[in-house]
């Protein structure tokens, strides 16, 4: 995941989470659960939903932050994970820095 000045507030952050494992991707297609954890900076957990890319044989998902996604300020941690015939997977904990927004 590579996402560079994210704001608190942002709506319409895309969020690209590849699911690999030892280099070769995994297939999303008919996958029975693809979400993204949130761990906020205040502890409080959460889940989003992501959308599989093409026809998911590139094991690319993507979430766009709405309205209150990102309410709050400071390091995010985010999994992806993935329920698909082959396993139960997750990525690598990876963190999304979400700078304060100065004005209104």
Same mark, same amino acid.
């Given at each position: 995941?590579?996402?560079?000045?994210?704001?608190?507030?942002?709506?319409? $952050? =895309?969020?690209?989470?590849?699911?690999?494992?030892?280099?070769?991707?995994?297939?999303? +297609? *008919?996958?029975?659960?693809? @979400?993204?954890?949130?761990?906020?900076?205040?502890?409080?957990?959460?889940?989003?939903?992501? $959308? =599989?890319?093409?026809?998911?044989?590139?094991?690319?998902?993507?979430?766009?932050?709405? +309205? *209150?996604?990102?309410?709050? @300020?400071?390091?995010?941690?985010?999994?992806?994970?993935?329920?698909?015939?082959?396993?139960?997977? =997750?990525?690598?904990?990876?963190?999304?820095?979400?700078?304060?927004?100065?004005?209104?």
């Amino acid at each position: 995941m590579a996402i560079e000045d994210v704001y608190q507030g942002d709506i319409g $952050t =895309v969020i690209t989470i590849n699911f690999e494992d030892d280099g070769v991707a995994l297939s999303l +297609a *008919g996958a029975t659960t693809c @979400e993204l954890y949130t761990l906020r900076p205040s502890g409080a957990r959460g889940k989003w939903t992501l $959308t =599989v890319t093409g026809d998911g044989t590139a094991g690319v998902a993507t979430y766009t932050t709405v +309205a *209150g996604d990102l309410d709050v @300020e400071g390091d995010w941690r985010v999994q992806g994970h993935l329920i698909n015939a082959s396993g139960n997977w =997750v990525t690598n904990e990876d963190v999304l820095r979400v700078h304060r927004r100065l004005g209104a």
